[in-house]
Nanobody, 122 residues
Framework: QVQLIESGGGLVQAGDSLRLSCAASGRAFSNYAMGWFRQAPGKEREFVAA????????YYANSVKGRLTISRDNAKNTGYLQMISLKPEDTAVYYC???????????????WGQGTQVTVSS
C-alpha cells in the first residue's frame, strides 16, 4: 500500500507560479512511477505529467509542456509539480498517483491521493 497526500494548491492569478507536493508513505516510494492528473469541473480526469521511479524519465501532456515540471525526491518520499505561467484553463483539482511500470499516461494507477484544488483567476 502507498498513501499519497497532495498539498500546495490554492488561488492564484494568471501568470503566477505554484508548486504542488505529493507526500508518500508506505512501501518504498522509489519502486513506483508517479503521475499527476487533473480534473476540471464537468470534464474527465486528464493526464498531466509522469516520472519514473528513479526520476530518470519524464512524460508530459502536450498542453503543459514548457510550463509544468515534474520531479521527485525519493529520499524525502515526495513528488513535485512545478507550475509556471499559469492560465485560467489550468484550473482543476490536481491528483497525484503511483503505479508500477506501464502506460504512464493512462489513469489506471494503483494509488491515488485526495487531490488539491488549483484555481487560476484571469
Amino acid at each position: 500500500q502507498v498513501q499519497l497526500i497532495e498539498s500546495g494548491g490554492g488561488l492564484v492569478q494568471a501568470g503566477d507560479s505554484l508548486r504542488l507536493s505529493c507526500a508518500a508513505s508506505g512501501r518504498a516510494f522509489s519502486n513506483y512511477a508517479m503521475g499527476w492528473f487533473r480534473q476540471a469541473p464537468g470534464k474527465e480526469r486528464e493526464f498531466v505529467a509522469a516520472i519514473t521511479g528513479s526520476g530518470g524519465s519524464t512524460y508530459y501532456a502536450n498542453s503543459v509542456k514548457g510550463r509544468l515540471t515534474i520531479s521527485r525526491d525519493n529520499a524525502k518520499n515526495t513528488g513535485y509539480l512545478q507550475m509556471i505561467s499559469l492560465k485560467p484553463e489550468d484550473t482543476a483539482v490536481y491528483y497525484c498517483a503511483a503505479r508500477w511500470i506501464g502506460d504512464y499516461r493512462s489513469p489506471d494507477y494503483a494509488y491515488w491521493g485526495q487531490g488539491t484544488q488549483v484555481t487560476v483567476s484571469s
